[in-house]
């Protein structure tokens, strides 16, 4: 199996977990909505800053936003009972959504392999005694032509 294909298997499994749960994946139509009542409101956001909303806030004029990191079923090594060990890009966008939004931005941390996940804010995580914490950049070829 290609990375892409256990990607999009894994993201699957995201998907129906999260699903369980009462939480809707934000197609493009549900980010440019959202986007749309937060601007109204002053609030500018990063559409693709966030994977999910909670289906009963749907209709809610701001509703709260959640970005799901995810550990797969099939890693080699799991993540410890405190998430010790679970590792994730946190772009731009992310951080972006939190700063402006605070506790209506969330993060999900899911272990599909223990089948468990916590509701965090980025306070929770990000400092020096939770985390290490890496300045990077991610890159994505489109084309080199």
Known sequence: MSNHEAGKKGEKASETYMNTLGYTR????????????????GILIEKSGFDYIKASEMNDPLPTLYELKTAGANRKTEVGDDWKGLG???????????????????????????????????????KDDHA???????????CLE
Request: aromatic content about 16%; cysteine-free; charged content about 40%.
């Open 26 to 41: 934000a197609n493009k139509k549900i980010r440019e909505e959202t986007e749309e009542k937060y601007k109204k409101e």
């Open 88 to 126: 994730f890009t946190y772009t731009q966008k992310e951080e972006h959504n939190a700063s402006v939004l605070g506790e209506k931005y969330k993060f999900i941390f899911l272990d599909l392999k223990k089948q468990r996940h916590i509701f965090l804010s980025e306070g929770d995580f990000l």
């Open 132 to 142: 290490r914490i890496y300045p990077t950049k991610s890159i994505f070829i489109k």
